[in-house]
């Protein structure tokens, strides 16, 4: 009988106090706060301390962490003249985790696992990710880099970043929510990477270097940017069921649909869900959410597989004005907060990662054939 667990679907490989993801019923918490209530009560500055430091701030923690968040608010000269160097046509996500590791290159200070420098290096990479996001952005444009402002909070300048404009403060709070539902998941797949490099003893940048071109992959951050393409491929509401059968019948994948570990509805797809319906609303395009939930209903239907949380981020980050490729970079940011937070943790109680591979090639022992009679 095989031992593989395929994708290693269902092996507990590590204990975490981070999150809690409970598949069975469709909750997320962090270090026992449900994201229900985080988004109602907290800001991403504020779930950024509860990650890292394993509590919700007081009023001076919270000061502390947001003037550390700002004090890194800033890329060396390096990396931007790297970042605009750079052909315009790139993938943002391709662009990020290059940076980063150039970001690894830069510092050296060396103690790769010493505790404190480490914890600097999560909340600076937090603050930077967003930064070379958007100076890659305004770069492809054409345009410059607008003055860093220290006084907005991790949202509001990422959005001002890119856009060279001031945000409604109702655009950062939706950024905001996102942020916090998207900041940490268990053991997915980015996480994963992240802890299997920082377990060899590497160094913090790489294991982020790994996270980052893990959760490119559609299967994965990469999802949520496949949901508007298949939007807009689709173009109209009356093609939708004609559409989606197509594609079941081909036993082709639909974006922003199905999870391996939630069998019912993705806690984070209703916030993003009353969001995108908001936004549309506003925008006077409520098509997409209705192409949308028609695309959710013929997957709950035919498949029992629900809406994950790409499937309407993808509508919000568009109705923000956001561009496409933007999005996964976008999961980068708040994921940020997670991947570093977990680093830390695997750092505190380290144990290497090394599953095992059932072989299954030919028996051995095979003989070498002298090269001239090798077919
Ligand atoms: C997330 C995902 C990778 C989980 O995959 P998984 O646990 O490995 O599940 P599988 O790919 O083995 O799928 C199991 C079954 O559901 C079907 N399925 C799963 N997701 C599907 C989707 N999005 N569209 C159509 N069918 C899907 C598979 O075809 C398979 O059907 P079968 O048993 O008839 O062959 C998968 O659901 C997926 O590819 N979703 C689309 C990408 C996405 O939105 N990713 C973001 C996740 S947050």
């Not at 109209?236 to 081909?250: G, I, M, P």
């Not at 192409?291 to 919000?316: H, P």
Request: charged share 25%; proline share 6%; glycine share 6%.
């Amino acid at each position: 009988m095989s031992l593989v667990a395929k994708g290693l679907e269902g092996i507990v490989a590590n204990e975490s106090r981070l999150s809690e993801v409970d598949g069975a019923n469709g909750k997320l918490c962090y270090l026992g706060y449900s994201i229900d209530d985080l988004v109602e009560h907290t800001t991403f500055e504020e779930v950024v301390h509860l990650l890292h430091r394993g509590h919700l701030p007081n009023q001076t923690e919270l000061t502390t962490i947001t003037e550390e968040l700002r004090s890194h608010r800033f890329l060396p000269a390096e990396v931007t003249s790297f970042l605009t160097s750079l052909a315009k046509d790139l993938a943002p996500m391709t662009v990020l985790r290059t940076a980063v590791s150039l970001l690894g290159a830069l510092d050296l200070r060396g103690g790769d696992q010493d505790a404190k420098l480490n914890a600097e290096r999560a909340v600076a990479l937090c603050a930077q990710i967003p930064l070379i996001i958007a100076c890659y952005h305004r770069h492809r444009q054409g345009l410059p880099f607008p003055e860093i402002r220290k006084d907005l909070s991790e949202a509001g300048s990422f959005l001002y970043l890119i856009s060279g404009e001031e945000p409604t403060p109702e655009a950062v709070k939706t950024l905001d929510v996102a942020y916090i539902i998207h900041a940490d998941h268990g053991m997915n797949a980015s996480t994963f990477s992240a802890r299997v490099t920082i377990a060899t003893l590497s160094d913090m940048y790489s294991a982020i270097t790994s996270a980052i071109g893990t959760l490119k992959g559609p299967l994965h951050g990469g999802a949520n940017e496949g949901v508007i393409d298949m939007l807009l491929e689709i173009g109209e509401e009356s093609e939708v069921d004609e559409w989606v059968e197509d594609k079941l019948t081909k036993k082709a994948k639909i974006m922003g649909i199905g999870h391996r570990v939630y069998k019912v509805l993705d806690p984070r797809a209703p916030h993003l869900q009353k969001m995108a319906i908001k936004l549309t609303e506003e925008l006077g395009e409520p098509k997409w959410i209705r192409m949308s939930e028609r695309i959710a209903t013929i997957m709950r239907e035919r498949k029992n597989l629900n809406a994950n949380v790409d499937f309407y981020s993808a509508t919000v980050y568009y109705s923000l004005g956001i561009p496409t490729d933007l999005f996964t970079p976008i999961f980068a940011i708040s994921r940020a907060a997670g991947w570093t937070a977990q680093v830390l943790e695997q750092l505190e109680d380290n144990r290497l990662y090394r599953p095992l591979t059932e072989y299954i090639g030919p028996k051995p022992p095979q003989p070498i054939l002298p090269i001239g009679q090798r077919p």
